[in-house]
């Protein structure tokens, strides 16, 4: 069991949810805030997407990152940064004719998902390490090798720690294997991530499964999608991991609650604490993924 | 332990391996002459790509496929006919412009993919249930929700029998969505592919774990790439499955040794008979799959 | 997951606790008063061992459970009574000479470990269905097929539930053996019982492992000893079963901080319902364990 | 996958099999000529019970012991020598009366148990690493920490190898207590012991799992009682696992056949090489279990 839990707060994620509940952030103001609150209840890591202001939908706009992450790194409260590199890899198709792109496609190589990554230098950002599809209908989330091996090299020359996040069991094959080819430093970093339609399943016996197939000295966390979230920290913990609760993944407290991502935090440490475990500090956490210490840049 | 197992022959697949290894069948005839010694071997089922025999690339030909099919049907020898029905799902990208397609591309809606199931109405044919990166590179395989309810419709309407082919867990999550909706007939039929990169790894706990996640009533069959394509035959029978052969997954009878399909149906019968169990003739995976009894259409 | 869990707290158990924890109960009224205070806090059941009070060691004698047992039931908080009969079984060999019985023996046939039982009428008492060694040194826990055969058919005659205890994979096939031998009612009870030594390791992917080998419409809880006990009321849960703490089997809330019975009853609440389940009432309990409804006996 | 694989031919056991197989070796002749024609079909070590010639049931008569032992060392093939020392674990107990001890018992410490072992040095000996309940009735199998930490001493004193015996999981914890205690030489050697009622369940799940509890570095194999015996071949070298068949364990080649111990042999061989792996001979075996090379004492 992990008995010092590093806490991720994933803040909005790029889905159609603002509709759905009031809390979920949508300006960098509003992004920062929620940041700032979810690291002052015991995150010490805020996972960063932006949004139109607008439109209130996912967007890659570094300008909108910049004010974000600027007001994250000025508030009196010491949290680590992981921005998204995820997006740009979405291709929906008219299944009909399935080699047109239809709107909602945003589909860049892997060096043009980074412009704010290479702006803004966060501790930490993702990689989606593979292609799925992404929820009903006909929208494919895009990541070949190719692009993968271009975006691990580009972030690793940047000083920035790469997170993978592994949607499916291949994924984490291939995560393997850009460990082995040396694209990744050690401590290598893992997001297994449950319960996205249609990757993995949040069924505890798989993720034991899988942690199985992680490679020696992986720092690894877990979550789960949806009503799965809150039991799924005890999961992660249980089984040797950290942990991710955020708005991004789930909007509720409890059937009918809708929660604050600093509402989620709190569950997390509760649920961390009552079972024994501690909540890592940013410092504590900056050591376990070996980050630089904190800076303002 | 599965004690009356079907053998499937996957005769010869669409990958590049007829310069690996002079027993792939590439011509019709071959492949047919191949589909008829495995049955003769043991083969309950062959599994049936075509080549272009130019080329000797996969091929989506109907006037092949019939060729293949025809003199299969036309042999005193008992076999189910399975054909794919995979082929035009793959996207060939430029990593540098993943919105441009490149040599390689064949992609076509759910209904295409069938010309030949609907004009030679094999017993089965397969559904690859969702997308994935098929190896290194940047081949992305597409079969989204949406194409994938299209198809499986259209197949249950011609009256064969689906074979979901399940390359990862959210594949599986989402076929058994497909038997939940009612598109999938009774008893559903699943192949779990192991070890295709990057989809499931040929990991024993991963099949136990997914084994575990099938509806009740569910055949199934699983196979494992390249040399634990043996092995595999015992953990499927071991964990209560049926088993897949053939020069499409693997070209070794053990190390240094080049294989046909029927020595690799030989071996399987080795491996199932020595543990004790026994090989499902034609006739009893008819009936283990509910499928009509010999037609020669 | 489990959405209405069963809290059993095991009150006082008959290790040699009371030295290590001034809130062990030892005696029939700080027993009860120990059962009425976890009730109050959440507990549907009440696990009853009793102690000599001039000793504080585990007792087998009726007038002890008399007393602990009406107290119980004279009070105004509804719940349910679970008596060990796990007593009299006993054997401490001296390891240089093992057919000599040491102090410490206490082993009596399965009709003789019923007498309070006959006596009192308990909604449940255990069985547990194996022999093992108990802790290092020479102590066998003894339990024949054939002292629980006998066991389970008088507890059977009696009325009452059996719930069967599970120290090891084989005690588990056992239990399965007295289901199918009709020796036990449905739905068939189990207590999945991890790291005590040397039994089963509490090990999660131990846990879905043997829970994929209850017979269906087997209701079941898992407890862990020690400072897993909090931590697997989530992991039983999270696997679809019923929760047991108490200081029959943990003694610390947390590092360093002693707790009484209803402290840990409090925490698994908090873990339960910060997990966005809901604590089972006794009358919702009986339902699930299809025991008859409240009597006063 | 373990592509070396030890075979161990358990050639006779101490069952009441003689009257249900012609095959059994019962005299030390028989038992030897047994363990000869085992090691020519290719079993690297021979596991070796002997049997009253009168009686034919197992016994642990040093002189039976040296001259089936003797007849072996003394034969023209090379094979490694494991005997029991597992035998003087028996207690049967009257249920009714459960201190009585009766007909069946045969119950002596730690050090008795070695007698033949320290005579005979063979190369390896077991160690039956907990207690439990052997069959249907009241024969209890005990081996208490005491009596079990005593013989490795002994047994590491005298140079032989530990084979360490686990019938369920709660001995596989204390038997890594021993390795911790410094009591085993390294490289530990474990022999996992499945389908012994009511010891662990042949099931795969249960094998993958207890095999990701092993310590680093250890040697194991595992076998599974009656006609789960070959599949269990596979199963064990599946999960990286050397193997054991023998009429110890299994008296039938398939159903309805009768076996000889080189008929078992000879199928966990056909099985294995048609799996792609290699049969490891008698030094290989050595060498993989860090033994001394071959005596002749």
């Known amino acids: 069991m992990n008995r010092n839990v590093i806490i991720t707060c994933a803040l909005t994620g790029a889905g159609e949810t603002p509709g759905r509940?009031?809390?979920?952030?949508?300006?960098?103001?509003?992004?920062?805030?929620?940041?700032?609150?979810?690291?002052?209840?015991?995150?010490?890591?805020?996972?960063?997407?932006?949004?139109?202001?607008?439109?209130?939908?996912?967007?890659?706009?570094?300008?909108?990152?910049?004010?974000?992450?600027?007001?994250?790194?000025?508030?009196?409260?010491?949290?680590?940064?992981?921005?998204?590199?995820?997006?740009?890899?979405?291709?929906?198709?008219?299944?009909?004719?399935?080699?047109?792109?239809?709107?909602?496609?945003?589909?860049?190589?892997?060096?043009?998902?980074?412009?704010?990554?290479?702006?803004?230098?966060?501790?930490?950002?993702?990689?989606?390490?593979?292609?799925?599809?992404?929820?009903?209908?006909?929208?494919?989330y895009v990541s070949t090798p190719d692009i993968l091996r271009d975006g691990a090299k580009r972030i690793q020359e940047l000083g920035v720690r790469v997170e993978m996040e592994i949607f499916d069991t291949g994924h984490l094959w291939f995560a393997k294997e850009l460990v082995s080819e040396g694209l990744i430093d050690s401590p290598a970093m893992f997001q297994l991530c449950m319960g996205v339609p249609y990757g993995m399943p949040a069924d505890p016996q798989l993720l034991a499964t899988i942690v199985n197939q992680l490679p020696p000295e992986a720092v690894w966390a877990s979550f789960a999608l949806g009503p799965m979230q809150l039991p799924w920290v005890a999961q992660s913990i249980l089984l040797g991991g950290h942990v991710r609760v955020g708005l991004e993944d789930n909007l509720y407290l409890r059937r009918g609650v809708k929660a604050t991502n600093a509402d989620l935090v709190t569950a997390a440490r509760t649920i961390i604490e009552t079972m024994g475990a501690k909540v890592a500090t940013a410092d504590e956490a900056r050591e376990i993924l070996a980050l630089s210490s904190r800076t303002t840049r």
Chains 1, 2, 3, 4 share one sequence.
Do not use: W
Not at 70 to 85: E, H, P, Q, Y
Not at 91 to 104: A, I, K, Q, Y
């Open 21 to 140: 509940s009031e809390h979920v952030p949508v300006t960098p103001e509003q992004i920062a805030a929620a940041g700032i609150e979810a690291a002052r209840a015991g995150a010490a890591i805020v996972h960063v997407h932006v949004r139109d202001p607008e439109t209130a939908k996912g967007s890659r706009e570094v300008g909108l990152y910049r004010e974000a992450v600027d007001l994250i790194r000025a508030a009196d409260v010491d949290v680590v940064i992981n921005t998204t590199a995820g997006m740009g890899g979405d291709l929906m198709l008219d299944p009909s004719e399935p080699t047109t792109f239809v709107e909602g496609t945003d589909l860049v190589n892997g060096v043009e998902r980074l412009a704010h990554v290479e702006e803004l230098l966060p501790d930490i950002c993702t990689l989606d390490c593979g292609s799925l599809n992404f929820g009903d209908g006909s929208l494919v």
